[in-house]
């Protein structure tokens, strides 16, 4: 595998291999091959190599020098074969990208049937942005408790219908928890999703020992409290494995998708595209759409179809 050169060949000493656990506030915690943990902080000549994402994240495979006061250098970092990431919060035409996760085999979108109530565009989302990075995704309708497993279906059953697994969990009640620790066992995988939905709760069913932080759901304004201040991708003892816990969302800004590739984001369109009557077709009334008539049709259920409108017209 080709590397990201950062240090003269002729560096010394050899170099330890390992994946980032933690990122924060510049330093990194690299778990390495050999089963040890290092501290580290970057070589300076990594922003003049790797420039347009970020440097180093949870779930990159870096290689490093360590010291003898047992912290080390990153001196390395290994190309990506997969990230999760979004526009980075912030005024128009300052955006950056956000890579969240890097090097994962999965994203698990948890949302709340209740309290917070569920906002399926925000999901759609988070879908979308799953599929641009071609990693495979699920999602994890929480809280069946709240609402009961009829009405939790009723309103996540059009993904299934698509071909998402969805588990149906409660992490209050222990329900559906075995079937998410199954998910996650031999997996790289991000859990992600709104504040207030659960996940850090559902990690801690899991496996308690990890003892995430968690809180309650704002009284006032009914929208979840961030916990998760910083990423950190946490190695699972049963199944093998590991889970990145990331901060709550308040809003997902899609990162660069071309307006041609929107479309295939949304796998349920794939099937029509190239039927429309003109190449450059948008699906936004243009005669002879192959989507618009799938629409029409009920093969793509008119609320996705908003979604992808809205997000075409980068509308909210």
Not at 138 to 151: C, P, S, W, Y
Not at 180 to 187: C, I, M, N, S
Request: charged share 25%; net charge negative; proline share 5%.
């Amino acid at each position: 595998m080709k590397l990201v050169p950062l240090a003269a060949p002729d560096a010394a000493p050899p170099l330890l291999a390992g994946t980032v656990m933690r990122a924060r506030s510049g330093f990194y915690t690299v778990h390495t091959d050999n089963d040890g943990t290092v501290e580290c902080q970057l070589r300076g000549r990594i922003k003049q190599v790797r420039s347009g994402t970020d440097l180093v994240v949870i779930g990159d495979r870096v290689h490093l020098t360590a010291r003898r006061d047992g912290s080390g250098t990153i001196e390395e970092v290994e190309p990506r074969r997969s990230q999760f990431s979004r526009r980075q919060p912030g005024p128009r035409g300052s955006w950056k990208e956000d890579v969240m996760v890097a090097n994962l085999d999965q994203v698990l979108v948890v949302f709340a049937c209740a309290d917070p109530m569920p906002h399926l565009r925000m999901l759609d989302r988070f879908l979308v942005a799953a599929e641009h990075n071609e990693v495979e995704a699920a999602v994890v309708a929480n809280k069946i408790d709240l609402v009961g497993m009829a009405a939790a279906r009723k309103i996540f059953s059009g993904y299934e219908a698509i071909g998402y697994p969805v588990l149906y969990v409660s992490a209050r009640e222990g329900i559906g928890v075995e079937e998410f620790a199954d998910r996650l066992a031999g997996r790289i995988s991000v859990v992600t999703g709104p504040s207030g939905v659960g996940k850090s709760t559902l990690l801690n069913a899991i496996q308690p020992g990890l003892r995430i932080e968690t809180a309650e759901v704002s009284e006032s304004l009914h929208k979840g409290m961030h916990t998760t201040t910083s990423a950190e991708l946490h190695p699972l003892v049963a199944g093998g494995g590991a889970v990145a816990d990331t901060p709550g969302l308040r809003e997902l800004g899609l990162w660069q998708i071309p307006d041609e590739s929107l479309a295939w984001c949304f796998p349920e369109m794939r099937e029509h595209l190239g039927d429309c009557g003109f190449n450059d077709c948008r699906h936004l009334g243009e005669p002879r759409c192959a989507i618009l008539a799938a629409v029409a049709g009920g093969t793509v259920s008119e609320a996705r179809y908003e979604s992808y409108r809205r997000l075409l017209l980068n509308e909210d």
